[in-house]
């Protein structure tokens, strides 16, 4: 069964450091997420991504966050410059068009930022 | 603002009993919605849609009242693999909102 994929599965960081989470969505998915999670805390949407742009985005997703797909199977966030309140687990979603607005999400990034 | 609002528990029910999650949400432009099942430190896995002329699937009924804004999620027949968080999730667009999610625990 074909799945989304995210590396690295913990990153640690220091604070101001630029970190890159990438994730694999399923091949023939067209639709992209990305999603945090604080421990203890709800699921909480960062960004949409189609057709090579952002669709939407949260309060969240500010100038310190960006998406990229640079290769037509990654789909990466970058985060410039860390916070100590960015530390939280990143969820990576696709959803194709078949399946009526299923996503399918990975296993997600522990993000921890010293 | 919260989209979409649930009671966060924890539910402690016995083997064998029916549970009942609610939700509601505030956004009556919202399209479709979900429950997902989320794990201690796993990912959101999708447990089922929900139609608003309800949907059953197996040991778990769906239903949705758009006139009340109102989503419920029964299970029958607890098992203790049911014990998890239950998530309720709202769509829009093309964004996702997320319920703060229910406590279940399947108690022997």
């Known amino acids: 069964e074909p799945e989304v994929t995210q590396t690295p599965s913990h990153q640690v960081t220091q604070m101001g450091q630029e970190v890159i989470l990438r994730c694999v969505p399923i091949?023939?998915?067209?639709?992209f997420y990305w999603y945090r999670q604080i421990l203890g805390q709800k699921v909480e949407f960062l960004v949409s991504?189609?057709?090579?742009?952002?669709?939407?985005k949260s309060e969240i997703f500010d100038d310190q966050f960006s998406v990229e797909r640079p290769d037509g199977s990654n789909f990466t966030l970058k985060i410039r410059s860390t916070k100590l309140e960015d530390s939280a687990m990143y969820f990576c979603?696709?959803?194709?068009?078949?399946?009526?607005?299923?996503?399918?999400f990975g296993p997600g990034t522990r993000l921890t930022v010293l | 603002r919260k989209e979409v609002e649930q009671d966060p528990g924890p539910f402690n029910v016995p083997e064998g009993a029916t549970v009942a999650f609610n939700c509601t949400y505030s956004?009556?432009?919202?399209?479709?919605f979900f429950w997902y099942r989320q794990d201690c430190r796993k990912e959101p896995k999708l447990l089922m849609s929900?139609?608003?002329s309800g949907n059953e699937d197996g040991r778990f009924t769906a239903q949705l009242n758009r006139a009340s804004q109102y989503i419920s999620l029964l299970i029958r027949d607890s098992k203790l693999s049911d014990s998890a968080t239950y998530l309720c999730?709202?769509?829009?667009?093309?964004?996702?909102?997320f319920g703060t999610g229910t406590s279940l625990t399947v108690i022997p």
């Open positions: 979603a696709s959803r194709g068009t078949e399946t009526y607005n299923e996503q399918f």
């Open positions: 091949s023939n998915h067209l639709y």
């Open positions: 991504f189609y057709n090579n742009e952002i669709s939407e």
């Open positions: 956004n009556s432009a919202s399209q479709s």
């Open positions: 929900v139609y608003s």
């Open positions: 999730v709202g769509h829009t667009g093309n964004q996702f909102y």
